[in-house]
């Protein structure tokens, strides 16, 4: 997951607010009923919900029965998504890999008694004593006890439920370091390949970016970001300018020459910076939107601002306050400027080639490829019959109707029970579910930002006709929790 970003982002989007949509559950007697429904169902609830683009996949009886595509792959060009747009699913990345490491241990490389940092050749953790208890069920269960954000194990593994990527790039590591392979020649060796997802990637593949969706944010975020980052540069760079100054000429008074080189010396540093820290996390895209939109803003505000204060000046004020009035304009158009902002949605992010291929969140695919996953993890067929049901099999309880198998979320309810998973990134949404014994499910992906996060989950609800609020508040992760 792109966790740094994230975080901090939903912690933006959440001071703008956001509605909570509860879409109808329609419940309907055929397949062709229900592609009606959606047919109708989804452009109404894109546009109201102001959504870029969105693509589904329906399956019944273990087959694809509809896919299609609605609305834009990038607002600004408005290219119609179709059922081959590929999209990033995100967490969804964490069931993929983990089919993956259970082929593994179906060929004998890897074992579901041995401890995992067993397999290494070099330390991937502090010592713990918690270490040679941590086995592959409960990395993919999220039960590892590994925290989101370091490698550290916070509780006896198998013990407590804490949804958590660090186990998954474990797995990536063991998995590449006992086969030699990377995870994406994995990847496609055991299941692209077998299952013909032709277009489905973990890693960079140029062929595939004009069929791929731009993500989309809602720009409060980047504006917010840039101005929050570029402002400590500034006044700090001020600072230290003042007093070179002070020593060098005995005034405090700054040309308007100084103020031009400490604004380019800040846009420089913050530049340097949103592209060393994303850059670490294959995050230059958002470097890329965060610094362009930042750049405008930044331009627009100076412009107003000087057009101001030039008035100010000409009325003819005495200096104390105009400054006092200065002050104000400024904080008024900053004021202005972001909640000018908070009505600009879809920004697009730009396709950045270039990222290291993760396991736990850098997938790119279609619905009607992840479809044919879904329905091989269902009624699986290239893992052997115990295995299968490993995967299946609750490894940890959150509530009465929710538990985690290995690699897939446990959702029970009247139909029966349901595999699922959802995929988020600040830009992206996604959710797979299905039923293996009704062998029934939907996969939706959405190019729309965190600032509306069930999107998908409201469309797969009308979909199946099934509540799925108990799915909602493990999306949420409501059910985190730790024994320390």
Known sequence: MKTKLLLLSFVLLNSIGHSQNSSEVIRHDSVGAIVTDLKKFIPEYIQKQNIPGVSIALVNDNNIVWADG?????????????????????????????????????????????????YLSKEWMPYSVYQDSLKLNNVLSHSS?????????????????????????????????????????????????????????FARNDKLLPVTANGHLHATVPIVLFGILFLVQYLFITLIGALIIRLST????????????????SVMITTGILFLILGQDSLNEFACIILFTGLLTLALFLILFNTGRMIILKIGLKKVYQRIINIFWGLLLSGIIILISTRISNLPVPKWPNYEPGSAGTLRTSPSELALFMIEIANPRHLKTETAEL??????????????????????????????????????????????????????????????????????????????????????????????
């Open 391 to 484: 995967l299946r099999t609750p490894q940890i309880k959150l509530d009465e109707n929710l538990s985690w198998g290995m690699g897939p979320g446990i959702f029970y309810s009247e139909k029966g029970y349901a595999l699922w998973q959802w995929g988020q990134h600040i830009d992206f949404q996604s959710i797979m579910v299905i039923y293996p014994e009704s062998k029934s499910g939907v996969v939706v992906c959405t190019n729309n930002d965190l600032l509306n996060p069930d999107v998908a989950l409201e469309i797969a609800q009308r979909a199946l006709g099934e509540d799925l609020n108990t799915i909602r508040s493990a999306i949420h992760l409501n059910y985190d929790y730790s024994k320390q």
């Open 70 to 118: 609605f609305g834009f792959v990038k607002s600004i060009t408005k290219k119609r998504v179709n059922t081959n747009t590929l999209f990033e699913v995100a967490s969804i990345s964490k069931v993929v890999t983990a089919y993956i490491a259970l082929r593994l241990v179906d060929e004998g490389k890897l074992s579901l008694d041995k401890p995992l940092l067993s």
């Open 250 to 265: 005995k005034s405090w008074k700054l040309k308007p020459i100084h103020k031009i080189i400490f604004i380019i010396l």
């Open 145 to 201: 006890g590994l925290r989101k954000t370091t490698r550290e194990i916070m509780f006896k593994p198998g013990s407590a439920y804490y949804y958590s990527a660090n186990g998954f790039n474990l797995v990536k590591d063991v998995m590449e370091e006992v086969t030699g392979e990377k995870l994406e020649e994995l990847a496609q060796r055991h299941l692209f390949q077998p299952l013909e997802m032709k277009n489905s990637s």
